[in-house]
């Protein structure tokens, strides 16, 4: 227990007696994420201001209690998760859309508004947010900036970094700094908004977020395929690409992820399918539709066996929800599935895809690949039974047989998830002594006395 009666009065005296509450079904509510792991809080506090969290992060910094910021825990890391008790320190309540700017084209909002709220907002401003994690239903504007969310228009519009221009954040030490600019353009100094974008709630907490938008499309176009060798699959994705067509979502599904679908929903496919793609186009409705026919002939020239364009807003959601069901079915039928979201040059999916393969093989694991193919990064799971003896152990031989081939690929342990504690211990496998020797002393200097998060990104902290 890091906080005594005393302490406990004086965060309390911050945010108000109805914010704080060291009750058991407080803190066992926000003891997890979606990994599952479980470790209590303390604590758990509520604040509604960048003032109040100035304040608590200065008791926490002087009495060294861990503090772990927290939005909708759906991260898929651990990064939200108490590993070491202390402070959660629940964001939500800091869910006000402050300005939509249609003249420059920026919003401001608090980082506890839900992704979703956020862009139907910006929407009937006439405008598109386009950072869209799958999570956007439930997770929060301050979780995606932590994590850098990804997500289905990645391929096109990249990520959250991409669009983040500017951030009110309290430090660990509990100053309140603003980086950035509300400009599109600023080199005044170190770009310290990207340093932030990513930083897994390990060097600040961001109170505000200003982002840029953009214009939404004229015109989207849905087209799915259905293919009998994965390699047919990844070839159409490369020929899309060196075609110089850039879809707004290129999305593969492979066979074990589609019977997983198929049980779980009742869904029809086509016999002897070993993948599916889901094309996205978008743009002037000129050009989209000529690209959606150019796309269409060369999934023919790969021997796709079934193909199919939404004619309709019903047809284009009947098109995506075998994707959108994907993470529900894999659950369950593996309830202690592992997860990865690796990402590789896109020229290089096929040759990991069957490396994957052969891992699964030499496990005697069925791993099921889903994920952003436009992006080369797959969602890698590998369904495990946890009761049975030695499974989780042999899972994690997998996983790290799994990263050491992506790195010899040339690509990365995470396009999207982030380190937290699950990947911590194979951070060296990607990132060379001295960039961790780097990366360290950032974390110090942010956090001396290594109270925001500890535990997460660092192996053994
Ligand atoms: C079904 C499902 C689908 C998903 N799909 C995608 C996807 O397509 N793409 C993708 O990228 N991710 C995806 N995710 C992962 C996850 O939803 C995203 O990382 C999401 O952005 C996390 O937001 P959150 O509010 O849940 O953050 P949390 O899980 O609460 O926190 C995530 C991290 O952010 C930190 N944090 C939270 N708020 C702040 C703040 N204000 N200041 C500083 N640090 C903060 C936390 O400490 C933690 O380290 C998915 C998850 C699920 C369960």
Redesign the pocket.
């Known amino acids: 227990m890091h906080i005594d009666k005393e302490t406990y009065k004086k965060l309390e005296n911050i945010v108000g007696k109805q914010f704080i509450s060291s009750a058991d079904i407080d803190r066992v509510c926000h003891s997890y ?2 990994t599952k792991q479980r470790h209590l809080p303390d604590v758990v506090i509520r604040p509604n201001s960048a003032q109040e969290i100035s304040e608590v992060m200065k008791i926490a910094n002087e009495y060294r209690i861990p503090v ?9 890391t651990g ?2 998760v108490p590993l070491y008790g202390g402070i959660a320190l629940d ?1 939500t309540r800091l869910n006000k859309i402050i300005e939509i700017d249609e003249a420059n084209l920026m919003a401001t909002v608090e ?1 506890g508004v839900i ?1 979703a709220d956020f862009q139907n907002e910006v929407e009937k401003h006439g405008l598109l947010y386009p950072p869209d ?3 956007n239903k ?3 504007m ?6 850098c ?4 228009r990645g391929m096109k519009y990249g990520v959250t970094k991409d669009y983040v221009t500017a951030l009110e954040v309290v430090l660990p030490t509990g100053e309140i700094i603003h980086t950035g600019s509300i400009t599109l353009k600023s080199v005044t100094g170190y770009d310290l908004t990207k340093l932030f974008v990513g930083s ?2 390990t060097l ?4 505000k977020i200003v982002v840029k938008l953009i214009p939404p499309p004229e015109r989207i176009e849905t087209i799915r395929a259905y293919f009998g060798s994965i390699k047919d699959s990844t070839d159409t994705v490369s020929s899309i690409i060196a075609n110089k067509i850039v879809p707004r979502a290129l999305e593969f599904v492979d066979e074990a992820c589609i019977k997983a679908v198929s049980v779980y929903t009742g869904f029809n496919v086509p016999n002897g399918t070993k993948a599916m793609l889901l094309i996205e186009l978008d743009g002037p409705s000129d050009s989209v539709k000529k690209d959606a026919e150019r796309v269409m002939q060369i999934i023919k020239s790969h021997n796709a066996f079934e193909i199919e364009k939404a004619e309709t807003e019903q047809e284009k959601d009947s098109l995506w929800a075998i994707r959108r069901s994907i ?1 529900p079915a894999l659950y369950a039928i593996s309830s202690g599935k592992v997860n990865e979201d690796i990402c590789v040059p896109r020229s290089r999916l096929t040759e990991m895809l069957e490396k994957i393969a052969e891992i699964g093989k030499k496990y005697s694991f069925t791993i099921a690949n889903f994920g952003h193919a436009g992006d080369g990064n797959i969602h890698v799971n590998i369904l495990t039974e946890p009761s049975v003896p030695g499974e989780l152990e042999r899972a994690e031989k997998a996983v790290e047989e799994i990263f050491q081939s992506v790195v010899q690929l040339g690509g990365t342990l995470s396009g ?3 380190i ?1 504690n699950t990947k911590s211990k194979y951070l060296k496998y990607e990132v060379g002594p001295v960039e961790m020797k780097l990366m360290r002393e950032i974390k110090k200097l942010f956090d001396p006395n290594n109270i925001l ?1 500890p535990g ?1 990104i660092f192996y053994a902290d």
């Open positions: 994420d979606a772990y910021p927290r939005g909708a825990a759906s991260g898929l990064g939200a964001l980082p992704i994690p799958a999570s439930f997770a929060t301050g979780g995606s900036v932590a994590e969310s990804g997500g289905l897994e709630g600040g907490i961001f109170t993470s999207e998830h982030g937290g998060n997460k």
